[in-house]
């Protein structure tokens, strides 16, 4: 059990690529050595000299003995029964990260009732779960909340989704994100809009970047997709409609009022004449 237990403690650490454990520090490597060579050093010795050899015959006999031994035995014996103790230091940094906290964004619909969102985020807390961010969006029949969460690192996506549904949410949906979700969103759109102001041209640009999405051509999207709402449509006055994907996330109204104002935004500057005038 005991070798079983030493052998999953440094999977995790091979590499992809070539198979091998990262390098072991120095000092660790020495003990390691030292520990394993030892032992087999006093018996070689004890064996030699309790002999009747002639006195240069024993010392060959324990130098070529002994390297052998070195090499062959004590060596790879270190490196395969003190493995967890030579990689330590990457086993403990491993686990750190195995453990921290994940960052998530959720989706889900909520009844427009008393206490409905209160027993989400009740729930939530049960599982150490830190809500660092709320939007809430109009929708029908509800509302549609957005959560950017903290979680504990053992906790998988099944786990907030059931969660999310056990509150009582309905069409739960959740992804992995990063700190970026937590930037001010209207900080975020004020940046873009004045970027649109000195370069209208931009606005394909702007927008996809303001909803993390995916520029996509006409030719790319099936006529049959004007109700997938992973799909977002910006009419333009010279350009024709822009399009735009984020698969697996659907745009939400408020998000397409905020692409609509940025087109409306490019196309005034458009159309003021040359030099201000």
């Not at 449509?233 to 939400?252: D, M, Q, S, Y």
């Amino acid at each position: 059990m005991k070798r079983h237990l030493t052998h999953a403690a440094t999977a995790d650490l091979i590499c992809d690529s070539c198979g091998q454990l990262p390098e072991p520090g120095k000092t660790r490597v020495t003990l390691a050595n030292v520990a394993v060579m030892l032992p087999i050093e006093l018996l070689v010795h004890a064996a030699v000299v309790n002999t009747h050899l002639p006195y240069l015959a024993k010392v060959l006999v324990l130098a070529v003995t002994a390297t052998a031994l070195v090499i062959f035995v004590a060596d790879p014996a270190a490196a395969r029964l003190l493995r967890s103790f030579l990689h330590a230091p990457a086993i403990r940094r491993r686990r750190r990260l195995d453990t921290a906290a994940a960052l998530w964004r959720a989706r889900v619909l909520v009844r427009d009732e008393p206490g409905a969102l209160e027993r989400i985020t009740r729930r939530l807390a049960r599982l150490d779960i830190n809500i660092l961010s709320i939007h809430v969006h109009p929708a029908e029949l509800g509302t549609l909340d957005e959560f950017v969460l903290s979680a504990p690192g053992g906790l998988r996506e099944d786990d907030i989704l059931g969660v999310l549904h056990d509150a009582g949410g309905r069409a739960a949906s959740i992804w992995p994100t990063t700190a970026l979700a937590l930037a001010d969103g209207q900080t975020k759109a004020l940046t873009l809009a004045a970027r649109l102001t000195r370069d209208p041209s931009e606005l394909r640009h702007v927008v996809a970047e303001l909803l993390s999405a995916e520029v996509v051509q006409p030719c790319e999207v099936a006529p049959s997709s004007s109700t997938d709402r992973t799909i977002l449509k910006i009419p333009t006055a010279w350009h024709g409609p822009l399009l735009f994907r984020r698969t697996g996330e659907p745009f939400t109204l408020a998000e397409s009022a905020r692409a609509h104002r940025l087109a409306e935004i490019a196309e005034s500057v458009e159309r003021q004449p040359v030099g201000g005038g």
